[in-house]
């Protein structure tokens, strides 16, 4: 849910989509990106931008506090990051936690 409540961000893993509903449950927005694919976990931080794992992709993407744009790829395969299922950003020490499904490997990093 967005900081002010009145968005809801759902993943759809078969579509490779990140819905923006309202509270009601109208859709607002449809994301997708090839940098995406079988979306997992989400979260939404402290600042409104919401972290997305792509499951399928090996991926952690960050969108827009709308679920509208892309503003980064935080993270790829090439960073070791194999099927994440779940994101969480911790602001006390400015870390990303990532669980993954497979290898039962929870990843720690610093985002500057």
């Not at 309202?22 to 940098?35: I, K, M, P, Q, S």
């Not at 991926?59 to 090439?78: F, M, P, S, V, W």
């Amino acid at each position: 849910m967005s900081l002010s409540g009145d968005k809801i961000f759902v993943t759809n893993f078969f579509h490779d989509k990140v819905l923006t509903l309202a509270r009601e449950g109208t859709v607002l927005h449809t994301f997708t990106d090839l940098d995406l694919e079988r979306p997992r976990g989400i979260h939404v931080i402290a600042q409104g931008q919401v972290l997305v794992c792509g499951y399928g992709s090996n991926t952690i993407i960050q969108l827009d506090g709308q679920g509208t744009k892309k503003l980064a790829t935080i993270a790829t395969r090439r960073d070791r990051f194999i099927h994440p299922h779940s994101v969480c950003y911790n602001m006390s020490t400015s870390s990303i936690i990532v669980g993954q499904t497979h290898y039962g490997n929870i990843h720690v990093f610093k985002v500057k």
